[in-house]
């Protein structure tokens, strides 16, 4: 009897044992980041000419959440130094050693080519060499080249993250048109305010860790400049589907308020209470709000331009 009682109690210490290391293994795939490679892919595919099946769709769909995520796992096993010592990531499972860096490599790779292998066979392998493009691209470029070299690692890494709208579209399509690229260029412009709005008030973490973030090479006040400068390019580049005629004026009335939001926020940023240096005097308030802003810019307008086209679809718009 006191046996059962022993194994009894042990039971639920198991089970939550278990359970918290299918999060560690979870965490490894980035899930935040992943959410939002994902809705990116889905609309991409979803304002794409021509038809895909619905279940071939949700397959597509769980390769580019794959994908991301393998691609975000060997990120994680190749900067488990730097996480180590950045506030933010040190309790990540492999610095915190609750996953062993090898199996965590070996995770990552084989996703990645489970990823790309199920893309080829439930769409077109255009869309599978899309989407490898895509991991080899935020592994190898990102990851392993830029991110410890230049402060533009975020400028050039973020093409990693700007593929998803057109791994969609290709997955539907079989081939690339100009809304894709749009997209592809919108994502693109948006990274790097997004980021260094992030690495403003994350200062010390990269600069512990030595990672060459623009505020920590070029400083704060140059920072703000430069997110500005960005934001001043993707506002009119997100107008561009209304433009050239590829969305309606639903998602051009999007497209101009949150574009207007945006540099609201990037005025906010660039006037913020500050030293000679550019460092905030009041805690980069304006940058956490710019930051979170920058997410919500991002969904709303993709969000925009998948409600535009549902309504043109069904002639309610023209």
Same mark, same amino acid.
């Given at each position: 009897?006191?046996?059962?009682?022993?194994?009894?109690?042990?039971?639920?210490?198991?089970?939550?044992?278990?359970?918290?290391?299918?999060?560690?293994?979870? !965490?490894?795939?980035? *899930?935040?980041?992943?959410?939002? =490679?994902?809705? +990116? %892919?889905? &609309?991409?595919? /979803?304002?794409?000419?021509?038809?895909?099946?619905?279940?071939?769709?949700?397959?597509?769909?769980?390769?580019?959440?794959?994908?991301?995520?393998?691609?975000?796992?060997?990120?994680?096993?190749?900067?488990?130094?730097?996480?180590?010592?950045?506030?933010?990531?040190?309790?990540?499972?492999?610095?915190?050693?609750?996953?062993?860096?090898?199996?965590?490599?070996?995770?990552?790779?084989?996703?990645?080519?489970?990823?790309?292998?199920?893309?080829?066979?439930?769409?077109?392998?255009?869309?599978?060499?899309?989407?490898?493009?895509?991991?080899?691209?935020?592994?190898?470029?990102?990851?392993?080249?830029?991110?410890?070299?230049?402060?533009?690692?975020?400028?050039?890494?973020?093409? !990693?993250?700007?593929? *998803?709208?057109?791994?969609?579209? =290709?997955?539907? +399509? %079989?081939? &690339?048109?100009? /809304?894709?690229?749009?997209?592809?260029?919108?994502?693109?412009?948006?990274?790097?305010?997004?980021?260094?709005?992030?690495?403003?008030?994350?200062?010390?973490?990269?600069?512990?860790?030595?990672?060459?973030?623009?505020?920590?090479?070029?400083?704060?006040?140059?920072?703000?400049?430069?997110?500005?400068?960005?934001?001043?390019?993707?506002?009119?580049?997100?107008?561009?589907?209304?433009?050239?005629?590829?969305?309606?004026?639903?998602?051009?009335?999007?497209?101009?308020?949150?574009?207007?939001?945006?540099?609201?926020?990037?005025?906010?940023?660039?006037?913020?209470?500050?030293?000679?240096?550019?460092?905030?005097?009041?805690?980069?308030?304006?940058?956490?709000?710019?930051?979170?802003?920058?997410?919500?810019?991002?969904?709303?307008?993709?969000?925009?331009?998948?409600?535009?086209?549902?309504?043109?679809?069904?002639?309610?718009?023209?």
């Amino acid at each position: 009897m006191s046996d059962l009682i022993d194994r009894g109690a042990t039971a639920p210490l198991a089970i939550s044992a278990d359970w918290s290391e299918l999060r560690d293994w979870f !965490a490894l795939l980035k *899930p935040r980041v992943m959410t939002l =490679v994902v809705f +990116t %892919g889905l &609309v991409g595919m /979803l304002v794409a000419p021509g038809h895909i099946h619905p279940v071939l769709g949700a397959a597509a769909i769980f390769c580019i959440a794959l994908g991301a995520g393998a691609a975000g796992c060997i990120n994680m096993w190749y900067d488990r130094d730097i996480d180590a010592v950045m506030r933010r990531t040190a309790r990540r499972p492999i610095p915190a050693g609750r996953i062993a860096p090898e199996a965590a490599l070996s995770f990552g790779v084989i996703l990645s080519g489970l990823s790309v292998m199920l893309m080829g066979l439930a769409t077109n392998w255009a869309a599978g060499a899309w989407l490898a493009g895509s991991i080899l691209f935020y592994v190898f470029i990102y990851t392993m080249w830029l991110k410890r070299r230049t402060p533009q690692n975020i400028v050039i890494g973020g093409a !990693a993250g700007a593929f *998803p709208p057109i791994i969609g579209w =290709v997955a539907v +399509t %079989g081939s &690339v048109d100009v /809304l894709p690229l749009i997209l592809f260029a919108i994502v693109f412009a948006w990274t790097p305010p997004h980021f260094w709005s992030l690495s403003l008030w994350a200062h010390d973490d990269y600069q512990r860790a030595g990672v060459p973030m623009l505020p920590v090479v070029s400083g704060a006040k140059e920072t703000r400049r430069q997110i500005m400068l960005y934001t001043l390019v993707l506002a009119p580049l997100g107008l561009l589907p209304t433009l050239l005629g590829l969305a309606g004026w639903v998602y051009g009335a999007f497209a101009i308020s949150l574009g207007a939001g945006f540099l609201f926020h990037a005025l906010r940023v660039l006037a913020e209470p500050q030293d000679r240096k550019g460092v905030s005097l009041i805690g980069d308030v304006a940058a956490r709000n710019a930051f979170r802003f920058s997410l919500l810019h991002l969904a709303g307008l993709f969000s925009a331009l998948a409600i535009d086209h549902w309504l043109s679809a069904l002639g309610i718009i023209s």
